[in-house]
């Protein structure tokens, strides 16, 4: 356990007092949808999201929305209001990459915490698959690269993950099948996800000969590009009883975040990395007063495979170098030592940023995510990872407060 973060204890107070909660969740279909924008996936997600939770949009007064890769809108929160037709007293968007669904989790309790609003509608909707032409995916697969030190040499957003890849597999004699066998677990709970976008069996073998991206990562160590939208409704205990709200409730337990770099030309070591991770995840830990002994659900950003074993070293789930062979002997896997993404994540359900991922684990600890229902799950741990491993969000979720 770190040192006590300053910070820390101020926070459990103030989600101890509110019992801020995710009380509503919703997702659309999953893959590829032509002709239909951003904010048409932000509408129905928003309309599934209020219709599960049981409550009127007009109950809905503050509003946190994400960005679209395809579609630029420069004032995009109040954009959206203005197409769904709300007026909400507090409005935001957060645009930190995969580290942002996380983040907007802990925004909208930040904003009902200082009394900006009561009811969050945290939303996230892009038409990526179907609406990006090849000079915006040219633009997305550089996104992540310094435009004037690294881009003009060859380097890519794969590329930069595929340099953390091959750095970890030499400092810690990790496996290509180690790698691989992420990606296999990840369609393994896909299987399972009524609305996920690749579902076929796949093997350790298929990962290792699919076509190379950046080596050594290949086809399926990547994530997949898809068309949807998810949103969550984030109130108070107290609110969600006042507004008749009949789910069970996700309790908001802590919150954090890491920073380590910008771009990899800033990067000296793997431990830049961890630290960050470990940083963010630190900071959601002691809010929380809990360990990772506690979680019994994790959900790891994994737009590629290396992401899913840094994130489960940095957060001190296993040490450092034995991410590789925890995956490996499937100890991953719904109903084993800590299942991870149990929808199948952004490798095999969709692409939304870790949107579902926060709807995943919501559904967990509410009993109602079907065959992949995980037993007993009391914690669940959700991190999202932006830029080239760089900026980092933690949440903690339970089915109690924090008492």
């Known amino acids: 356990m770190a040192s006590n973060i300053p910070g820390t204890q101020e926070a459990r107070e103030v989600l101890k007092k509110h019992k801020i909660v995710i009380a509503g969740v919703g997702e659309t279909e999953q893959g590829k949808i032509p002709d239909r924008s951003s904010f048409h996936f932000l509408s129905q997600a928003s309309k599934l999201a209020i219709e599960d939770a049981g409550i009127k949009k007009t109950d809905v007064d503050g509003l946190v929305t994400a960005f679209s890769l395809v579609e630029h809108t420069f004032m995009h929160c109040t954009t959206f209001a203005d197409y769904f037709g709300m007026k909400p007293k507090f409005f935001s968007s957060v645009a930190v990459g995969g580290a942002t669904a996380v983040w907007m989790a802990a925004e909208a309790a930040m904003a009902i915490a200082s009394g900006q609003a009561e009811v969050v509608?945290?939303?996230?909707?892009?038409?990526?698959?179907?609406?990006?032409?090849?000079?915006?995916?040219?633009?997305?697969?550089?996104?992540?690269?310094?435009?004037?030190?690294?881009?003009?040499?060859?380097?890519?957003?794969?590329?930069?993950?595929?340099?953390?890849?091959?750095?970890?597999?030499?400092?810690?004699?990790?496996?290509?099948?180690?790698?691989?066998?992420?990606?296999?677990?990840?369609?393994?709970?896909?299987?399972?996800?009524?609305?996920?976008?690749?579902?076929?069996?796949?093997?350790?073998?298929?990962?290792?000969?699919?076509?190379?991206?950046?080596?050594?990562?290949?086809?399926?160590?990547?994530?997949?590009?898809?068309?949807?939208?998810?949103?969550?409704?984030?109130?108070?205990?107290e609110k969600a009883k006042e507004l008749g709200i009949e789910n069970d409730l996700a309790y908001l337990l802590g919150m954090g975040q890491g920073y380590s770099h910008?771009?990899?030309?800033?990067?000296?070591?793997?431990?830049?990395?961890?630290?960050?991770?470990?940083?963010?995840?630190?900071?959601?830990?002691?809010?929380?007063?809990?360990?990772?002994?506690?979680?019994?659900?994790?959900?790891?950003?994994?737009?590629?495979?290396?992401?899913?074993?840094?994130?489960?070293?940095?957060?001190?789930?296993v040490p450092k170098g034995e991410g590789g062979s925890f995956a490996l002997e499937g100890r991953m896997e719904i109903g084993k030592d800590l299942p991870v993404n149990t929808h199948g994540g952004l490798l095999s359900q969709a692409h939304l940023g870790a949107m579902h991922h926060v709807v995943e684990a919501t559904l967990q600890l509410r009993g109602d995510a079907g065959p992949r229902q995980s037993k007993d799950a009391e914690v669940a741990l959700v991190h999202g990872n932006g830029g080239i491993v760089s900026a980092h969000s933690t949440i903690l979720l339970g089915k109690e407060p924090i008492s």
């Open 121 to 237: 509608l945290c939303v996230r909707g892009d038409n990526t698959l179907s609406g990006i032409s090849s000079s915006g995916m040219l633009a997305l697969i550089r996104e992540m690269c310094h435009g004037e030190f690294e881009f003009p040499y060859g380097l890519t957003t794969p590329g930069g993950y595929a340099l953390a890849a091959q750095r970890y597999l030499h400092d810690f004699g990790a496996t290509r099948e180690q790698l691989a066998a992420v990606a296999v677990t990840m369609r393994k709970h896909a299987a399972l996800k009524e609305n996920a976008m690749n579902k076929d069996p796949l093997t350790i073998e298929e990962v290792i000969n699919s076509r190379i991206i950046a080596e050594p990562l290949t086809k399926y160590d990547c994530s997949i590009i898809s068309d949807g939208g998810a949103a969550f409704i984030v109130t108070t205990e």
């Open 262 to 317: 910008q771009y990899m030309t800033t990067l000296e070591n793997l431990d830049q990395i961890y630290n960050a991770i470990n940083t963010s995840g630190q900071k959601a830990f002691q809010t929380a007063g809990l360990g990772v002994d506690d979680v019994d659900l994790a959900y790891l950003y994994d737009c590629f495979t290396i992401t899913v074993l840094l994130e489960l070293e940095g957060l001190g789930f």
